[in-house]
C-alpha cells in the first residue's frame, strides 16, 4: 500500500498544475517526476531531519525561490510544521546555519493593502502545494490567492490568480540590514526596480543584489514602504528598509503576472539577465526549467527498485546538483562576469559558491568529477579567481570567505578534479594556493592552517595551545598533505617538495593511543589529553567524538589497521561503533547540540550518519578482507535513514553531501579516499542502473536477483571477467564498463577477503 500511495503520489505530481502544462522528458523518461523539494523540510534547530527548504531552481542556478514560512533572518526559512506563508524568497541560503544574502520578498495578497510581514501572511496547506524542481504553486487561504513560480537561473516567472476584487495587491519587500535598501516604482513601464544589501557575512562593503520586476497588467494604485510605514504619492526609498505595493484590478480567477531577475553587478546587468526569460511565456519558461532538470538527472538512469526508493535517489540527485551554486553572470556579448565578494569589483570568469568542503570534499565533488566534470571545471576556474581576488581558496564560501568547521579540504578538492581528469583551470597557480593554505595561517580560523606552525613542528595541533578541535584539524591536515602530495607527483614537483608532504600525511599517527585503541586530543608537552571518553563530543574534535575521528584516515587505512593491531582488533572497533549504546557526553559543548540528538534517536549504536565524519566509516570492513559487513551496513543505512518524505534525512543534508553518499551508495560504490583513482564497493540497491558518462560511454550494473533480502555480493564480473577487488578503477569507468552482481541473501565470506583485493592505503604495500 505504501509504494501505491508513492506512485500514485508520483504521478500527482507531474499531473498537477494549471491546463496545458505540459512535462517532455528526456529520452522519454521523465526523471523529474521522482523529485521531491520537500525532503529533508520538516526539521527545526534542535533536531535535523535534512534542514532543507523546496529549492525551486535550475540546476546550480545562481538564484533560488522558495515560500517563506519563518521570519525575515531566520535561517529556518521554511519549516514543514509551518502554517503560514510570509512572502517568496529570493534566496541564496547553502544552510540554516549559515544564513542567507541577497533576499528579498515577492507577496500577493487582498483586502487590506498591508506590508508587514505578519499582517501580510497567509494560512496554507500542503494540500494545496505543489513543488517541483523548477516549479512551486501554493493556495494562500486568507487571500485566495494561488502563485505559481517557475525560474531560470537568474530570473523567474510569476504568476497570481485573484479573485474578483479591485483590492488586489503583489508586495515587494527589498529588507532591512546592512546598508540599507532600495525600490522604485515605475507605473509607465509597469515596473519596479530596487536593490537589497541584506546579508549574514562574507561580502565586501559595497555588496547589492539589484533586482527588477515587470508586470504584465497596469497599477491601479501604488504605494512606498519605508522603514516603518507606508508612504503615499512617492515613488522611490532608499532606507533602512525600502518597499513597495502596487495594487491591480481583477475578475475572478484573472492572473497577474510578472517576470523577476536580479545581479550582483548592476542594475543593468538585472535587466539583462531578465533576458533569460524574454517574451517566454510562463509555461515556456516552466518547460525549458523541467528540461533542464532531466538533462542533468538523466545522467543516471535506476530501474528495478520500489517508487520509494526510486524517489529517494532522484531527490537526492536533484539535493547534490544544487550546490556550489553561480554567482558569475552572463555579460552582453556572453561571457562570464562576476561580482567579487572579497573585493567588491566586477571581474571576468566564473565563480561558484555556497559549499562548505569540509562536507562536501567526501562524496559531492567526487560525484561531480565522476559525472558532471564539464560543470566542475567551471568551479576550478572559480577557485583560481577564488584565490586571485582573496588571497585564499575558501574552506566554507557564501558567498565569500566564512570562518566554520574545520581542515584545509580545499586540498581535495582541487587534487581530486586534475587527478581525475577535470581540465581548463590554471592547475600549476591552484597547486601555489594549496601550498599557500598548507603553510600559513589564514585571516579567520577557517581559512588556511589554525595551529599551523604547531602542526608543522610536533606533527600534530596541540590541545592546549587555544586551537580548538585540534585532534579534528590534525586528521584532516593528514588527509589533505596526502591530497597535496599526490596532485604534486601528478605535476612533477620537486622529490624533496613530494617526500615533504609524504611525510606530512603520516602525522595522524601522532594521535593514535594504542592504550585505548583510538584517536585522542594530545597537549604540546605530548602527554594525552586526560580525562579520556570516547563518548565526549567537541573539544579536540568538531561535532563528533573519538568513536568518529579515529576512522578519518581517509588515506591510509591499512596504516590505521597496523596502529590498531591488525584486521582482527580494527574489525571489532568496528562493529564496537555499532553496537554500543547510542550514550554520550556533551560536556564539551555544554549543551545537546543537534548532531548529538539525531545519533541518539537513530537506533545504530555510536554511529552517526547525521554528519560527515562517520559517513565513509561502512566502508572500512572492505579493507579487512570483511566486504560482507560493508554490505550488510550500507543497506540499513539506505533503508533507515532515507526516505522521499519531509523528515528523510538523519541529519543536516549539508549541501549536496549526504544526498551524494546516498547516490553513490545505491550504485554500488564510494569515494572514501578522493584525491586516489579508486572506488570502494559496497552493493548496489537497484536492480540496474546505468551511468551516462560524460565521454558518452555507459557503465552499467545489473544486480538482477537484488532484492530486500538478497542485499550480500555472491560474485561480480567486470565485463564478463570474474572480479574479486574491493575498489573500482576511476580511470577504467570512464572507459565504460558492464557491472554484473550476482547478489545472495546469505553472506559470502570467503570473497574478497585477501589483503591484495583491499583498496588503495598508503602503508598498504606495493
Known amino acids: 500500500m505504501r509504494n501505491l500511495i508513492y506512485a500514485l503520489a508520483a504521478g500527482a505530481l507531474v499531473a498537477a498544475g494549471p491546463a496545458g502544462a505540459q512535462t517532455t522528458a528526456v529520452a522519454g523518461i521523465d526523471y523529474a517526476q521522482w523529485v521531491n523539494p520537500l525532503m529533508g523540510t520538516d526539521s527545526k534547530p534542535d533536531l535535523s531531519n535534512g534542514n532543507t527548504y523546496p529549492a525551486i531552481c535550475r540546476p546550480w542556478g545562481m538564484n533560488t525561490w522558495m515560500p517563506q514560512t519563518g521570519k525575515m533572518g531566520d535561517g529556518w526559512a521554511y519549516q514543514y510544521s509551518a502554517d503560514k506563508i510570509r512572502g517568496f524568497k529570493q534566496t541564496h541560503q547553502p544552510s540554516p546555519w549559515m544564513n542567507d544574502y541577497g533576499q528579498f520578498a515577492i507577496m500577493p495578497i487582498t483586502g487590506k493593502r498591508v ?43 510569476f504568476r497570481f490568480t485573484f479573485p474578483k476584487t479591485d483590492s488586489a495587491y ?111 511565456d510562463f509555461e515556456a519558461v516552466r518547460q525549458q526549467g523541467r528540461t533542464a532538470w532531466n538533462q542533468a538527472l538523466s545522467r543516471m538512469d535506476v530501474s528495478g527498485g520500489t517508487v520509494e526508493q526510486q524517489r529517494t535517489f532522484y531527490s537526492c540527485l536533484y539535493r547534490a546538483l544544487q550546490f556550489p551554486r553561480k554567482v558569475y553572470e552572463l555579460d552582453a556579448a556572453g561571457k562570464p562576469v562576476h561580482y567579487s565578494p572579497f573585493n567588491g569589483q566586477v571581474l ?17 565533488f567526487p560525484l561531480l568529477n565522476l559525472v558532471y566534470p564539464d560543470i566542475n571545471s567551471e568551479m ?13 581558496l575558501p574552506e566554507w564560501a557564501s558567498p565569500g570567505l566564512r570562518s566554520v568547521m574545520v581542515g584545509n579540504n580545499s586540498a581535495s578538492v582541487v587534487s581530486d578534479a586534475y587527478l581525475k581528469g577535470t581540465r581548463g583551470q590554471d592547475i600549476e597557480l591552484l597547486y601555489q594556493a594549496l601550498l599557500h593554505g598548507a603553510n600559513n595561517a589564514g585571516p579567520m580560523p577557517a581559512v588556511g592552517r589554525a595551529g599551523v606552525d604547531y602542526y608543522n613542528k610536533l606533527g600534530y595541533v596541540p590541545y592546549d595551545v587555544k586551537v580548538n578541535e585540534s585532534a579534528a584539524r590534525t586528521l584532516e591536515y593528514a588527509y589533505d598533505d596526502f591530497a597535496i602530495y599526490q596532485l604534486a607527483k601528478k605535476l612533477n614537483r620537486p622529490k624533496k617538495e613530494i617526500e615533504l608532504y609524504a611525510k606530512r600525511s603520516q602525522n595522524y599517527r601522532n594521535l593514535f593511543d594504542k592504550s585505548v585503541g583510538l584517536m585522542r586530543g594530545r597537549n604540546k608537552d605530548g602527554s594525552f589529553v586526560s580525562p579520556f571518553s570516547p563518548y565526549k563530543w567537541g573539544n579536540p574534535f568538531t561535532e563528533g567524538n573519538s568513536l568518529h575521528y579515529t576512522w578519518s584516515v581517509f588515506h591510509d587505512i591499512q596504516g590505521l589497521i597496523d596502529l590498531m593491531g591488525g584486521r582482527k582488533k580494527f574489525v571489532a572497533t568496528l562493529d564496537t561503533v555499532f553496537a554500543l549504546p547510542p550514550t554520550f557526553d556533551e560536556s564539551g559543548y555544554g549543551q545537546v547540540i543537534h548532531e548529538i540528538r539525531e545519533m541518539q534517536i537513530a537506533n545504530m549504536g555510536q554511529y552517526a550518519h547525521g554528519n560527515q565524519p562517520i559517513q565513509h566509516m561502512i566502508y572500512l570492513y572492505d579493507y579487512a578482507g570483511q566486504p560482507w559487513k560493508t554490505q550488510y551496513w550500507v543497506r540499513e543505512v539506505m533503508n533507515r535513514l ?125
Open 115 to 157: 506590508f508587514a510581514e505578519d499582517a501580510r501572511a497567509s494560512w496554507f496547506s500542503h494540500k494545496a502545494e505543489v513543488a517541483e524542481p523548477n516549479y512551486y504553486r501554493v493556495y494562500l487561504a486568507d487571500h485566495d490567492v494561488t502563485t505559481e513560480i517557475t525560474p531560470t537561473d537568474r530570473a523567474a516567472r
Open 642 to 766: 532515507y526516505l522521499p518524505t519531509p523528515d528523510g534525512y538523519c541529519g543536516d543534508e549539508d549541501n549536496g553531501q549526504t544526498s551524494a553518499w546516498y547516490v553513490f551508495s545505491t550504485l554500488g560504490f564510494y569515494p572514501v579516499c578522493p584525491a586516489t583513482d579508486q572506488y570502494v564497493l559496497g552493493a548496489p540497491l537497484f536492480p540496474k542502473a546505468i551511468i551516462h558518462m560524460p565521454g558518452g560511454k555507459d557503465v552499467v550494473l545489473n544486480a538482477p536477483k537484488n532484492s530486500a533480502a538478497n542485499r550480500y555480493v555472491n560474485a561480480l564480473t567486470v565485463n564478463g571477467k570474474p572480479y574479486d577487488k574491493t575498489w573500482l578503477s576511476h580511470e577504467e569507468l570512464l572507459k565504460g564498463a558492464v557491472l554484473d552482481f550476482d547478489m545472495s541473501a546469505t553472506p559470502n565470506k570467503q570473497r574478497s577477503t585477501a589483503i591484495n583485493d583491499a583498496p588503495y592505503s598508503f602503508s598498504k604495500p606495493k
Open 170 to 280: 503583489v508586495v515587494i519587500d527589498a529588507l532591512n540590514q546592512g546598508t540599507g535598501s532600495y525600490v522604485k516604482v515605475l507605473p509607465e513601464q509597469r515596473k519596479i526596480i530596487g536593490y537589497t544589501t541584506r546579508n549574514s557575512g562574507g561580502v565586501a562593503q559595497n555588496f547589492k543584489n539589484y533586482f527588477v520586476l515587470v508586470f504584465d497588467h497596469d497599477f491601479t494604485s501604488n504605494v512606498i514602504f519605508k522603514d516603518d510605514a507606508l508612504v503615499p504619492n512617492v515613488l522611490e526609498s532608499q532606507s533602512a528598509h525600502a518597499g513597495a505595493i502596487v495594487g491591480f484590478k481583477t475578475r475572478k480567477g484573472e492572473q497577474v503576472q510578472a517576470r523577476v531577475a536580479s545581479s550582483f553587478i548592476s542594475p543593468e546587468q538585472a535587466e539583462l539577465n531578465l533576458k533569460e526569460i524574454g517574451d517566454q
Open 348 to 364: 571576468p570568469g566564473y565563480l561558484y559558491t555556497d559549499t562548505g568542503f569540509w562536507d562536501t570534499f567526501r562524496a559531492l
Open 380 to 392: 576550478q576556474q572559480g577557485l583560481v579567481n577564488d584565490y586571485k581576488e582573496s588571497g585564499w
